[in-house]
């Protein structure tokens, strides 16, 4: 079983566009993340949920969305795509979000805008 | 704004050699310490963490914190080439919600 597991893995789309990502962890964690990793590999903290309630809220363009509507699902929505959005997207979880946990990561996701 | 920085590599090893990891970050008060690895086209993957000075050790791979120098690394002995990956050092951030990566350093290991 896919401990975090997110969809699409793929997905292609023209500028402007609307679309959204899904995530599902079933680890029973209380908290789950969104990170972004550019073209350079650099993994970047976008948003934290804490038992759906929203923790982390980093300087993100606010097209972007997230949503939880239970502990055990964090989706990403996103505005009127631009170019700079092509990157991976990693859905993560962690137990409870304290300094000392691990951070489990879905096998991420690969939006390409054209 | 708490920085974790890493020599992005690529740092060559021949196959049984040991693979020398660096990492150094800003925040003088950050307490523990994360190297995950990331293979190509995959998702990261925790190796392991330290928030003591000194060295843990974990079959093939030591993790070394020096708080004073505010420096940790990530040895691995007997370099396999299924080592080759780029590792990514991570700290906490400010508030302890999430972590904050390094740039990753991208290791090779030929056989």
């Known amino acids: 079983d896919t401990a975090v597991s997110q969809t699409p893995k793929y997905l292609v789309t023209q500028m402007g566009n609307d679309k959204s990502i899904k995530c599902e962890q079933n680890?029973?964690?209380?908290?789950m993340y969104w990170y972004k990793q550019d073209s350079k590999k650099f993994l970047k903290i976008m948003f934290s949920?804490?038992?759906?309630?929203?923790?982390i809220n980093e300087t993100v363009p606010n097209r972007f969305s997230p949503k939880s509507p239970d502990k055990a699902h964090l989706n990403l929505h996103i505005n009127s795509l631009e170019l700079g959005d092509s990157a991976v997207y990693f859905c993560?979880?962690?137990?409870?979000?304290?300094?000392?946990?691990?951070?489990?990561f879905g096998e991420g996701s690969w939006l390409t805008v054209v | 704004q708490k920085e974790v920085e890493q020599n992005s590599g690529p740092l060559s090893v021949p196959e049984g050699a040991i693979a020398s990891l660096n990492c150094t970050y800003s925040d003088r008060g950050s307490q523990s310490f994360f190297w995950y690895r990331q293979y190509s086209g995959k998702s990261p993957e925790l190796i392991m963490f330290?928030?003591?000075?000194g060295d843990k050790e974990d079959g093939r791979f030591t993790a070394q914190l020096n708080k004073a120098s505010q420096y940790v690394s990530l040895l691995i002995r007997d370099s396999q080439p299924s080592d080759s990956a780029t590792y990514l050092c991570?700290?906490?951030?400010?508030?302890?919600?999430?972590?904050?990566f390094g740039k990753g350093t991208t290791l090779s290991v030929s056989s």
């Open positions: 949920y804490n038992n759906k309630e929203l923790i």
């Open positions: 991570a700290v906490p951030n400010q508030a302890g919600t999430a972590l904050i």
């Open positions: 993560a979880s962690s137990p409870t979000g304290g300094i000392l946990d691990t951070i489990y």
């Open positions: 680890l029973g964690h209380d908290t």
């Open positions: 330290i928030y003591s000075n």
